[in-house]
């Protein structure tokens, strides 16, 4: 059995895009073993292994001290193929394969290029690294099909990257009372109409806005967050000042929770920068795990994601909080009737077919 190890400088329990892509490459029959950090907590993957990495603090030489690690791995494993998830791995995943003689699949979770927003040290640094290896790997992946245009264009490549999106598969979760019975807080009153966000507090993402805009609504309505990040402060200081029950704050919650605790709320919540190419072209998979759990999304006027959400029908977005609060609510039946169409026409399966036909076309160059 062919051999494919996969590198990610991330904690694989907390990567459902990795999950996904490990999955379908052994499905095609790989012996998949996935280098990634170790959360401390147990985990284990049904259809491939996970070597997890426990590294203390060490500041700006983490990730290099993770690099010698991963190469030193492929070396004893000696795969066929390296697939190196994101741009913290694309050097060591290009430079292990090359010492072993395999093929390199680089799969870009972000987008790195250069812009009108300035650049930090290691951006920079990483930009080069991605520069380097996007030109010599085997087969490159996007997460949208408009940073794989701007990736082909700005790198010079001979093809377009494969397209692989973010869409999350539905988890079961628990069941209402089991859900109610962990986060009791999330009980709710008749006739509440609530929000949730969940994923990273960033401040870039003006979330507070949003919060300020459902907290002032004349009525019955709640704004759940769900995670953890620096605008919390901000947030908590808002719940604490806004009618009582208006905003909640839960921290992170276990994938296999979430969607558990999504079910709960009436519309989903999502917001980016618009400043870095990376924000604007943003490739989220919160609009398809809102979706999943029932939710039209109410957005901020990310190109990114008003693109998405036009196409789909299922949310509406604004330039300030309060419109899209108002739009949310004036549009929400129209929104709620078009996510079983907008959930039929997009699903990891399709997305499971790309990763094959990548696989499919490098590989017969390995045979």
């Not at 692989?164 to 019975?181: C, F, K, Q, Y």
């Not at 907290?215 to 967050?225: I, T």
């Amino acid at each position: 059995m062919d051999r494919v190890v996969m590198g990610v400088f991330n904690e694989i329990d907390h990567d459902g895009r990795v999950e996904r892509c490990a999955d379908a490459v052994a499905a095609m029959g790989f012996d998949v073993l996935v280098y990634a950090l170790d959360s401390g907590k147990p985990y284990h993957p049904a259809a491939w292994r996970a070597v997890r990495r426990r590294l203390p603090a060490l500041g700006p030489l983490r990730p290099f001290v993770f690099w010698l690690g991963f190469v030193a791995f492929v070396l004893r494993t000696r795969p066929r193929l390296v697939h190196a998830h994101d741009y913290f791995l694309a050097f060591p995943g290009w430079l292990a394969a090359r010492l072993v003689g395999a093929r390199v699949i680089y799969d870009a979770h972000e987008l790195i290029l250069p812009g009108d927003h300035p650049q930090r040290f290691s951006e920079r640094v990483f930009y080069r690294f991605e520069r380097f290896v996007a030109a010599r790997a085997d087969g490159v992946i996007a997460a949208n099909r408009k940073r794989a245009e701007l990736m082909a264009a700005h790198y010079g490549l001979d093809r377009i990257p494969a397209v692989v999106r973010n869409i999350p598969i539905p988890e079961p979760g628990m069941s209402e009372p089991d859900t109610l019975a962990r986060f009791p807080q999330l009980a709710r009153s008749p006739g509440l109409f609530r929000f949730v966000y969940s994923g990273f507090l960033a401040p870039s993402y003006g979330l507070d806005g949003h919060a300020r805009a459902i907290a002032a609504l004349d009525g019955n309505y709640q704004f759940v967050l769900v995670g953890d990040g620096p605008a919390r402060p901000v947030l908590a200081d808002l719940a604490a000042r806004a009618r009582p029950g208006a905003i909640l704050l839960l921290d992170r919650v276990p994938r296999r929770d979430l969607s558990g605790v999504l079910r709960l709320a009436d519309a989903g919540v999502i917001a980016y920068g618009t400043v870095s190419p990376n924000e604007i072209h943003c490739s989220p998979n919160k609009v398809y795990e809102y979706a999943q759990a029932g939710l039209p999304c109410l957005a901020n006027d990310n190109p990114g994601l008003a693109a998405i959400l036009e196409e789909g029908g299922v949310g509406v977005w604004a330039a300030t909080p309060e419109e899209g609060v108002r739009r949310m609510l004036a549009e929400y039946d129209r929104c709620k009737a078009a996510l079983p169409a907008f959930l039929a026409a997009n699903s990891w399966a399709g997305e499971a077919t790309v990763v094959a036909d990548l696989y499919t076309r490098v590989l017969p160059i390995l045979n």
